[in-house]
């Protein structure tokens, strides 16, 4: 644990440099959490009070119920803050965030030091302040000012009037595999996915296509049917987990069959494309669990009207169209 503190001291310090280069010395202090224990109260209060003597603005809340790395990239991108970090206990394992809104990027430590140690509360805070002095001293602020009084032995952290962090938004772009079959007719091929998520609400395209077909063989000849689609949705959305997004999903788009027709000997074959209306209703999993890593999975019922027979010599071979199911998978990216 000491080694997490450390760690966290030593962020602030290069940070606030970063903010003194820009003129800004607002640092963003998110607490979140904070246990009974004295231990924890000890050490943000000399934390908070070396900021300060240092010429630091310190401006602490209490941020509201949103993953971690949202809570402090939101914080760090407010007018006039130069850094924000956030001390979060009431994550799965406790975690110390860290956004630089200069250089645009977010480190987490743990707060708990995996190799044990001494973790008497006035053996964590007095290192703690130990170092951040000596990171301190090291950095050209200029003239130190004297030593400062004595810090309290406890924090409040309600104190201060939150405010609350803007909704949340992402855009995920995702790459894989669908799979769709609608009447006798399926296909498995590439898939692309572009989603906007906000808090509750999100929207999404979807193209899939260039894949597999279905094939059926007569004495006349064959045919050949294959689909490609493209759907736009609205999205639903709340995290039964903080990386983990659940969404329902209702759509609308295009289905295209491309028919491929080769006769035998004394028929002639002939190729088309064929246009149908498309809905869906379905619902998705969404995980990043890293910045600017994401996992999708998705499960659709469509409905493809009108629906289309194919034939043979006459003779009806296939239908495609009408009702049936899509899944996709995919790995991308969290913009």
Not at 47 to 52: A, P, T
Not at 191 to 207: D, K, P
Not at 255 to 280: H, K, M
Not at 308 to 319: I, K, N, P, S
Request: charge should be positive; charged fraction near 20%.
């Amino acid at each position: 644990m000491i080694r997490a503190w450390a760690g966290a001291a030593l962020l602030i310090a290069l940070l606030g440099a970063g903010a003194h280069a820009e003129g800004e010395r607002r640092v963003a202090l998110l607490i979140r959490g904070v246990p009974a224990q004295p231990m924890a109260a000890e050490v943000l209060a000399r934390i908070r009070g070396e900021l300060r003597a240092a010429r630091f603005e310190v401006v602490v809340t209490t941020p509201g119920p949103d993953v971690p790395r949202q809570v402090v990239e939101t914080e760090a991108r407010r007018p006039g803050v130069a850094a924000a970090m956030g001390i979060f206990f009431d994550a799965a394992e406790p975690e110390v965030w860290v956004a630089d809104a200069r250089s645009g990027r977010t480190t987490v430590e743990p707060l708990m030091d995996p190799a044990g140690g001494e973790q008497r509360p006035g053996v964590l805070a007095a290192k703690a302040v130990d170092l951040l002095r000596a990171v301190l001293a090291d950095v050209p602020f200029g003239e130190r000012p004297p030593p400062p009084a004595p810090a309290p032995a406890a924090i409040s952290v309600s104190a201060p009037a939150a405010i609350p962090p803007p909704a949340s938004r992402d855009w995920i772009l995702l790459a894989g595999v669908g799979w769709l079959r609608a009447g006798d007719v399926q296909t498995l091929a590439p898939a692309l996915s572009l989603t906007w998520l906000g808090r509750h609400v999100g929207a999404r395209l979807m193209v899939t296509g260039f894949g597999t077909s279905t094939e059926r063989s007569r004495a006349a000849g064959n045919a050949r049917v294959g689909q490609e689609v493209a759907l736009a949705e609205l999205l639903g959305c709340w995290r039964p987990r903080g990386s983990v997004r659940a969404c329902l999903a209702l759509g609308a788009g295009g289905e295209l069959l491309t028919v491929q027709g080769t006769g035998t000997a004394g028929y002639q074959g002939s190729d088309q494309t064929l246009w149908s209306g498309l809905g869906t209703a379905g619902g998705s999993l969404i995980w990043t669990p890293r910045r600017w890593l994401a996992v999708g999975a998705d499960a659709r019922a469509v409905a493809a009207l009108p629906s289309t027979a194919v034939r043979v010599a006459g003779d009806a071979v296939v239908r495609a169209g009408g009702a049936g199911v899509a899944l996709t998978a995919g790995v991308g990216a969290s913009l």
